[in-house]
């Protein structure tokens, strides 16, 4: 069993940056790989960003490619999304997940989920 808690969310103005932080719970989190997913308002949650257990591998949308990195430390059991260069369709509530196997981008793959954070940008 793995528990998420989702931090860092906020209101900031075009242009700005935000830190995520998802704090994990359970003696296994080292064995998951984790994922950034977001939801605006009427929209489908969509991928953002996913790394393996070790870290070693990422994987970007196209749309925060270059802007958003992910990163992760297992021995404090947590996983952070560094959001630069944010725009007003950065917009909705962000969500990070655990999974243990390959499927990184499909959300339905993923066994545990935090309850999101909002973030807001301004135009």
């Known amino acids: 069993q793995v528990q998420l808690v989702e931090s860092g969310g906020g209101l900031v103005q075009a242009g700005g940056s935000l830190r995520l932080s998802c704090a994990a719970s359970g003696r296994s989190f080292r064995n998951y790989a984790m994922g950034w997913f977001r939801q605006a308002p009427g929209k489908e949650r969509e991928f953002v960003a996913a790394?393996?257990?070790?870290?070693?591998?990422?994987y970007y949308a196209d749309s925060v490619k270059g802007r958003f990195t992910i990163s992760r430390d297992n021995a404090v059991k947590r996983v952070n999304l560094q959001m630069t260069s944010l725009k007003p369709e950065d917009t909705a509530v962000y969500y990070c997940?655990?999974?243990?196997?390959?499927?990184?981008?499909?959300?339905?793959?993923?066994?545990?989920w935090g309850q999101g954070t909002q973030v807001t940008v301004s135009s």
């Open positions: 790394l393996s257990w070790s870290g070693g591998t990422t």
């Open positions: 997940a655990a999974q243990d196997g390959p499927h990184l981008w499909d959300p339905h793959k993923y066994d545990y």
